[in-house]
């Protein structure tokens, strides 16, 4: 079946534009979450989504920083008035039902570049 | 805390020779799940192999193979008789049950390159 899917693969922006990035997890994985990538570090956690509780946001960076999911499924992290700092590639992931145990299973990711 | 340290930044080895990848974790948990993901050059993650805390066994697929040992609280990976296509960002993650958001806690990564 499809994978973890992500819009767009690249984007550039200027300094100071909001930006939205896309994510469609697998069909029937109830957990969602959104890592994040610079240059030569791991991957950074960012926001999670379980089923319909509320979100686990305490890996955002600064409230520039949000992200939703509706209906259950597709997920948009949005970055307002972003920063050159804040260039990284965006992966998201997911997984059945957010245990522990399983394997998270990740998108291409979006490769975001700030000017 | 937790914490998932990768030392080796980058690795370079000729085709055919077999390399390992450290992995070093600290939690507080008792149960837990320790992860690799390769990430090759096109960027997307993929999975290779979960254990957890309480298996201690070896395990071997292929060419590769893992060795998990609590005593010291590592996971390290073996490639046997390396190939240019092993060439990738390998990753060790880190999940701790039974609290919270079960997040995966990563390491920042071994670069291998096998050299033809």
């Known amino acids: 079946g499809a994978g973890v899917s992500q819009s767009p693969s690249n984007k550039v922006t200027e300094k100071g534009k909001d930006v939205e990035l896309r994510c469609d997890p697998i069909?029937?994985?109830?957990?969602l979450y959104w890592y994040r990538q610079s240059l030569g570090q791991g991957l950074e956690f960012l926001i999670y989504?379980?089923?319909?509780?509320?979100?686990?946001k305490s890996g955002l960076p600064s409230d520039r920083f949000s992200a939703e999911r509706t209906g259950g499924s597709v997920s948009t992290l949005t970055i307002q008035r972003t920063q050159q700092e804040d260039s990284a590639v965006y992966l998201c992931?997911?997984?059945?039902?957010?245990?522990?145990?399983?394997?998270?299973?990740f998108g291409p990711g979006t490769r975001l570049l700030v000017l | 805390a937790q914490k998932v340290t990768q030392a080796q930044t980058e690795i370079s080895v000729v085709e055919k020779e077999d390399v390992t990848l450290d992995c070093v974790y600290e939690t507080r948990d008792t149960t837990y799940y320790l992860f690799w993901y390769k990430q090759p050059p096109s960027g997307e993650l993929v999975f290779l192999i979960r254990r957890n805390s309480f298996d201690e066994q070896n395990e071997i697929s292929g060419r590769y193979s893992w060795n998990f040992q609590k005593s010291t609280s590592s996971f390290n990976f073996t490639i046997t008789a390396s190939q240019v296509v092993d060439s990738a960002v390998y990753f060790c993650?880190?999940?701790?049950?039974?609290?919270?958001?079960?997040?995966?806690?990563f390491g920042t990564g071994t670069r291998l390159k096998v050299l033809a």
């Open positions: 069909s029937g994985h109830t957990a």
């Open positions: 993650a880190l999940s701790e049950a039974p609290r919270g958001t079960y997040k995966y806690i």
């Open positions: 989504f379980q089923g319909n509780s509320a979100p686990d």
């Open positions: 992931a997911s997984s059945l039902a957010g245990l522990a145990q399983e394997t998270q299973y």
